[in-house]
């Protein structure tokens, strides 16, 4: 079964408005998840390191005050995208690193379809 | 030169095939190596890990790692129209990032 929850699974919401993609590891602790977008038929481009306590660390290209991310708990991530547009939407997938145990395994949820009109 | 390379494919073959889909890098640091299969509109699923040089079996799937040649494989006998999907690689060091191949598209035809 599924390691990682994202939710919500699909969120269409009006240009100018914000959204939250909420991301939970359900059977282990997870210090540090990753946030992915992924355009159609392309590949997995990362977004941001999310480390639990600490400020998320983005990459070059990705604006830290438009996708906000939030690492609260040890299991729970989140992203916000901030005054959306329509070319923000996408798939977007968290993932987060298994625990020594699970060999530093990156399992995923299930991605986050967002449309913005 | 990217740190991971994949062929996209489309690869097409017929019910039953053997598949075999391949990776290939140049970052000697990488130590661990995962196979992931992605259905349309659905997030990557974790299908094999292997932390060393050698084969790795679970059921249809065989992951290979050659860290010598610094090239990876995952074969799957027996091939089903399930099985149709994109296939991504990824591979990392310690607590380096994740680094993911491009994907392989994969159509089995019936």
């Known amino acids: 079964g599924a390691v990682v929850s994202q939710h919500p699974s699909w969120v269409i919401c009006k240009s100018g408005t914000s959204v939250k993609i909420e991301c939970r590891s359900l059977d282990f602790q997870a210090t540090t998840m990753f946030w992915y977008r992924q355009f159609p038929k392309q590949s997995l481009m990362l977004m941001a390191t999310?480390?639990?306590?600490?400020?998320?660390?983005?990459e070059q290209g990705v604006e830290k005050d438009k996708f906000l991310i939030n690492h609260a708990s040890l299991t729970l991530s989140t992203l916000t995208v901030t005054s959306a547009h329509p070319e923000d939407s996408s798939f977007y997938i968290c993932?987060?690193?298994?625990?020594?145990?699970?060999?530093?395994?990156?399992?995923f949820g299930e991605g986050s379809w967002l449309t913005v009109v | 030169q990217k740190e991971v390379e994949q062929d996209p494919g489309p690869l097409s073959v017929p019910e039953g095939a053997i598949v075999s889909l391949n990776c290939t890098y140049s970052n000697s640091a990488f130590q661990y190596f995962m196979w992931y299969r992605q259905y349309s509109r659905k997030g990557p699923e974790l299908l094999m890990y292997?932390?060393?040089?050698g084969n790795k079996e679970d059921g249809r799937f065989t992951a290979q790692v050659d860290k010598s040649s610094k090239y990876i494989s995952l074969f799957i006998r027996d091939s089903q129209p399930s099985d149709s999907a994109t296939y991504l690689c990824?591979?990392?060091?310690?607590?380096?990032?994740?680094?993911f191949g491009t994907g392989t598209k994969l159509q089995v035809i019936p």
């Open positions: 990824a591979m990392g060091g310690g607590y380096q990032k994740v680094t």
């Open positions: 292997t932390y060393s040089s």
């Open positions: 999310s480390n639990e306590g600490s400020k998320a660390t983005y």
């Open positions: 993932s987060a690193r298994g625990q020594l145990s699970r060999g530093n395994t990156i399992y």
